[in-house]
């Protein structure tokens, strides 16, 4: 059984095409992200899979539940904390907890919640008064209080600060570790790469790629660069026979090698069979975001404006 | 691959029905403007009216206070309570996505709805015991005539007050503008009903309408009961003409989100 099996997802508003025939299937405990521009459909496809959006066509399963149909039981079992979402205003994060934990038949501790997600202080704080930061914790914090199997987590941690930002990757991190599965809608790079097992690319409404965060960087083929010194003249020959370098350029003591693959590894190998020592390497590679850039296509050209993000 | 084992479905148990009906009641205490209208207005109108037309009566002997004062009370209370107040926590529900954020939880969006009415009822109770003790203590005001028949004709008109208070939430955009829609229906129904005087001093037309409205027709029909007079199945008629027609609106429009 998969976690989360989408088929041939379709939703449009209006006369706009958010999603566009999308499949895709979360195993059983990874961490999923979902990653795309500004209406390239992500909302709106975990809105289907959460079961707040009726799909116009396509067959939606989790943990192998109608989202819609099965409502009652799934809500049970799935931890959803939506990007815009208010709580009652005058309540405090106290009773927020206790107010959510009483719709759970199985559930965490309120307490033991509030303290990891670092709230303790704002207790007795109502949530209008609470900072951004804070309300996305308690949001999250409600998500995880039916101790689900399976979470759904849109923009995890806009609006968090570094330190705070940090907490919530770990507090992700321990959820994998206790075999829950994540879906990670993210715009965060950095947040994607460190946490998911794999990526969904989701441009205009239609899946770009999946695949492991390297393995969307190694898939958009681009550019790898290694620079080093070397103490004698280096002979360009010594790469000769390296498949990865596409091209070595030299200039006194400095070489640079460009390519793709295990680069680094390769010219690394290379340079210790010639017996030459390498001094101030550095290694430059695509980041995720120059490989989201590079399978999504340019991001300035505003043709990607495709669907809207509802 | 583990299968993973899912319990089978399960409601929401009373603990969350007594949770939620908490929650809003907590809402509606801590917002104390919205407190204080439907609580303090109809007990400075009862007080200012109890000084001055105290031991007056009406042509035919029965006490003004009883046959008016205390209706118009009473309907304020529940009028305030039901149009105004109940629908602004609606559309601010809705507007803030506190209705979506609880869309994903097993507790239905609708349950927030009936709790909302559960605690306006509890208000509007509140509303009537002040408003009842205070009239009795100072004022010299007895239960009503016919007490059954008061009770059973104040809760059809708390009824179609609520009606009107969801179809309010219905149409409203936002809190705020839920609050204006309500005080504006509210202060046309009021003025119409008798809330400002006897419908007496309004020209005639308009005292018929008024009368056939919600606020007027409540008040007569509470004020005939006080007086131990027969009910006018007209009042009784365009009560519960409202309360049905303002229902079947605010079904068919109402959105959740």
């Not at chain 2, 059973?152 to 009824?159: E, G, P, Q, T």
């Amino acid at each position: 059984m998969h976690a989360i099996e989408v088929r041939g997802l379709h939703k449009r508003y209006g006369d706009k095409v958010a999603v566009d025939d999308l499949s895709l299937s979360v195993e059983l405990g990874e961490i999923y992200g979902i990653l795309g521009r500004n209406g390239a459909g992500k909302t709106t496809t975990v809105e289907a899979v959460a079961g707040l959006r009726r799909p116009d066509r396509g067959e939606v399963r989790v943990l192998g539940l109608d989202p819609r149909r099965d409502r009652a039981r799934l809500r049970q079992v799935l931890g959803v904390q939506l990007q815009e979402s208010a709580l009652h205003s005058a309540l405090t994060v106290r009773e927020l907890m206790r107010l959510h934990r009483s719709f759970y038949r199985d559930g965490a501790d309120p307490g033991e919640l509030i303290d990891r997600m670092g709230l303790t202080e704002q207790r007795g704080t109502r949530f209008e008064n609470l900072s951004g930061g804070q309300q996305q914790r308690l949001n999250i914090a409600l998500a995880l209080l039916g101790k689900p199997k399976a979470v759904i987590l849109d923009e995890l941690t806009t609006g968090l600060d570094p330190e705070a930002r940090r907490q919530m990757w770990a507090t992700v991190e321990g959820m994998r570790d206790q075999g829950v599965t994540v879906v990670l809608v993210s715009h965060h790079m950095e947040e994607v790469e460190r946490l998911c097992d794999r990526v969904a690319l989701i441009d205009a409404g239609r899946l770009a790629a999946v695949d492991t965060p390297a393995g969307l960087v190694t898939r958009a083929g681009l550019e790898q660069v290694v620079r080093f010194r070397t103490a004698t003249p280096f002979d360009a020959a010594i790469l000769d026979g390296v498949e990865e370098a596409r091209s070595v350029r030299t200039a006194g003591d400095r070489v640079v090698v460009t390519g793709s693959g295990n680069l680094l590894h390769a010219v690394s190998t290379a340079l210790v069979r010639s017996d030459v020592a390498a001094l101030d390497t550095s290694f430059e590679r695509a980041t995720l975001e120059d490989a989201f850039l590079a399978l999504t296509g340019s991001p300035f050209d505003g043709s990607s404006d495709h669907g809207s993000e509802r | 691959m583990t299968a993973i084992e899912i319990p089978p479905a399960r409601r929401p148990g009373p603990r969350a029905w007594a949770e939620l009906i908490l929650a809003e009641g907590k809402m509606v205490v801590r917002d104390t403007a919205g407190l204080l209208i439907p609580l303090g207005m109809p007990l400075l109108i009862l007080v200012m009216n109890g000084l001055g037309s105290a031991g007056a009566t009406t042509a035919d002997g029965v006490s003004v206070f009883e046959r008016y004062v205390m209706p118009v009370v009473f309907t304020i209370v529940i009028a305030t309570v039901g149009v105004v107040n109940m629908p602004s926590f609606l559309a601010y529900y809705r507007r803030s996505h506190v209705l979506r954020r609880l869309a994903v939880t097993p507790a239905n969006p609708g349950m927030i709805l009936a709790a909302q009415l559960v605690v306006s009822l509890i208000q509007s109770a509140v509303g009537v015991a002040i408003g009842m003790a205070a009239a009795m203590l100072f004022f010299d005001v007895g239960v009503p005539e016919r007490a059954g028949t008061a009770l059973a004709v104040f809760a059809l008109a708390a009824l179609t007050m609520y009606a009107i208070g969801m179809l309010v939430a219905a149409i409203a955009p936002t809190g705020n503008a839920a609050v204006a829609i309500g005080l504006a229906l509210f202060f046309a129904l009021g003025a119409t009903g008798g809330m400002f005087g006897p419908t007496e001093n309004l020209p005639e037309p308009l005292a018929r309408i008024g009368e056939a409205l919600p606020f007027g027709a409540a008040v007569q029909a509470v004020g005939r009961a006080w007086a131990g007079a027969d009910q006018n199945p007209a009042h009784l008629l365009a009560l519960a003409a409202a309360a049905v027609l303002s229902t079947a609106v605010a079904v068919k429009c109402f959105r959740w989100e």
